[in-house]
């Protein structure tokens, strides 16, 4: 069923899902790159001051805090979600992070920022995250495996989601492929069973072997939601 809009269900925590129009998504994120002084005062301050991300209407915001594969400390996003790429474009216009408060600049250094655009149906559910940047010789065929593995793995008996996002004004940032799980311990146990010889392994490694060219870095992640729209 073709839904034009942005679902936001609230079950527990919160769950957000981009519904297929066609074969990909509606929807977008954009995410800002930076280098926080301090991780935990950053993301407490953007919980209690929220003006920014009502300045750009936004659905959601969260963050994304790099645990290990960090190319520096203090690594870390904030990620917005939109209902369409056009609002998440907009927001270039409606702020600019290199005009923050001077609150903000005390906190955190800007470094980039991205649009991306999800290539298949996505689950937003934040947890323990492991992310691929990889470049790709088809992203939207790579995504349609993805959708399979997710569904293979799921069958057996995993809450593991998956997500593949194409990026849109992002310099130098390629394809982002993300494995999500509640905790670490769950997405480690899908490790273990696919280097024990899991059927859906197959369907891992035929995607990598056809589609993907390159894997430019690996890095696991701690994300969460800490701003929904009233």
């Not at 407490?44 to 750009?56: L, Q, V």
């Not at 593995?149 to 809450?159: S, T, W």
Request: aromatic share 14%.
């Amino acid at each position: 069923m073709k839904l034009n809009k942005l679902i936001i269900s609230f079950i527990s925590v919160f769950f957000v899902s981009f519904n297929l129009s066609a074969s990909v998504p509606e929807g977008a994120f954009t995410s800002l790159h930076v280098k926080a002084k301090n991780v935990d005062a950053y993301v407490n301050y953007m919980k209690e001051n929220t003006a920014a991300f009502k300045m750009i209407d936004s659905d959601i915001a969260g963050v994304c805090v790099v645990k290990t594969g960090n190319e520096y400390p203090g690594e870390m996003f904030v990620w917005n979600a939109f209902p369409s790429v056009e609002k998440a474009f907009m927001t270039s216009e409606l702020y600019d992070p290199m005009n923050a408060t001077t609150e903000f600049n005390n906190l955190r250094k800007v470094l980039y920022s991205v649009t991306w655009k999800p290539l298949k149906e996505f689950e937003l559910n934040p947890g323990y995250e492991r992310l691929w940047r990889i470049k790709t010789s088809d992203s939207r065929a790579f995504a349609k495996e993805m959708t399979k593995l997710e569904k293979e793995v799921q069958k057996a008996g995993h809450d593991m989601r998956f997500g593949v996002f194409e990026p849109m004004g992002g310099g130098t940032e390629v394809v982002h492929l993300r494995v999500v799980t509640n905790t670490a311990a769950e997405n480690g146990k899908v490790v273990d069973e696919y280097y024990a010889g899991a059927s859906y392994g197959k369907i891992w490694d035929m995607a990598f072997s056809r589609y993907v060219t390159e894997v430019v870095r690996e890095t696991t992640e701690f994300c969460e939601i800490i701003y929904t729209k009233e």
